[in-house]
């Protein structure tokens, strides 16, 4: 297939015409997802919250499923393909190394997609997000996790013989940009936790053509958790990158230690993975030795790695607007920073929302001790839509405002509109996290369909409180769901309607923009948003120890 480029007129960027095709198809993929889970999350959401509480059981666990899988898999995964693809052949101007595998891989995944939705939507597979065994599903449900992983593991592969192609063709000197680097790292987090989605679903799909047996549960949930937590770790890594991305295009910055930041991605490699064992705290087949290394000693070095990203892209920002004459207090960078770019809007919501959301209650909830008052209520979804939602959702959909003229080659409708539905999704979950994760607090559990518990012999003694934090995470559901809306209907509106984007080259290759390498510029203003954080984590940590020792009255 002959490779024929063209010079993107915004960035300078030289695309490769298979690469660009690619990204399209992963990124409207992507984009059905989100489609297809958030009309789930309407269901869900009203069905959670006790005031509406609309659909019946076998709905409600049907709607969890779709609405999970979608969101968390699909359109995490298709849009993380789309961003390999434009990290590896379009930030390096070199081609794609395989295009016909490209298109081979993206085929078995929207099979895959397919498969699994059909046989949910079906009722041959309400066994939920995490689909545990002795629940058995429609084999076909199986099959499709297979084709799916494998299809994206393949286009994995395909990104790093790219990176291979533009080494060996010199498209690039020096090392490679940052956000490859932090592309390559998530690509190979992902080969980690592909691998083991194929080597259970395998077996679990054989088990479900009765080849096998049985399948034993402790073994499916340790290796399984390989792929359902991991995942959202890939999730992590690429954010990471966009934020570097982004910080570049919205304001110039660049990373004030490059050494550092490659440190830190390397870190996750090592480490991150480990955080799937906190799903596991309670399981009685692993041993305590096991549980307190993975959540803590080998886990807070991925911890660091985070911490060290949650400053050094802030402080990138802070230097380049300094440099600008913005050098007025600790602030002035900040508070004249283009807020009304939603690129750089993107950038600071899900910077901060996953640091002080995400961030605090993950390192929170996956200690062992806490675990046992966090497990499996709504505190844990909290933390993970505090991630993967206002975290990785809320940067990708940054991203997506310059995908679309860069790949698409479409102006977007309204740059104001879309700013604004950054804010509004963020501002939405914002509610919606806060409301769940202290209704959570109150044991309100994490997947029962009644959580009054109305219809139970059984009443469990649940304050009334908690029931109004329901309806708090309600309200902000609706809100976080108009902005999820508003996203579909502006990129859409702008691959369809907006202005065409002409062809005439003239800015500065990203891949070819040198590191900046003046004079000093101090970073005060970061410290002290660091301190904050810092602060809020010491107090929120120890909160959770005071809330632990009270549930054990000593007399």
Known sequence: MEAVYRTCAQTGLKVHNHAERLIRANAVAGVVSILFGGIAAVLVLLTRWPAVHLLDPASFY???TFHGINMLIFWIIFFEIAVLYFAGPIVLGSRLAWPRIGWVSFVLMVAGTLLINIAILQGKADVMFTSYAPMQAASYFYLGWILFAVGALVAVCNFFASLVVAKAER???????????????????AVVTLAHGAIIYIPTWLWSLGIIEKIDPGIYRLIWWGLGHSSQQINVTAMVSIWYLLATLTVGATPINEKVCRS???????FINLASAHHLLVDPQLSPAWKIWNTSYGMYLAVLASMIHG????????VAQRKKGLTKGLFEWLAKAPWGNPGFAALALSLSLFGFIGGITGVTFGAEQINIISHNTLRITGHFHATVVAGTTIAFMGLTYYVVPLIFRRHLI???LATAQIYLFGIGMTIFIGGMTTAGSYAIPRRHWDVQFATSLFQPPVEAAAFAFLGIMGVGG??????????????????????RVPDTPGAVPLAAMPQDKGQHVPIKGTTVLVLVFLASFIIYYFLNWKWLAAIWIVK
């Open 478 to 499: 609706l809100f976080a769901l108009a902005g999820g809306a508003l996203y579909v209907l502006i990129t859409v509106g702008s691959v369809l309607f907006g202005r």
């Open 311 to 318: 400053m050094t892209v802030p402080a990138s920002v802070e």
């Open 414 to 416: 309204s740059t104001k």
């Open 62 to 64: 049907r709607a969890l």
């Open 171 to 189: 498209t690039y000197t020096g090392s490679i940009p940052l956000v490859t680097f932090g592309a390559a790292t998530a690509g190979i987090i």
């Open 264 to 270: 830190a991605f390397l870190l996750y490699i090592l």
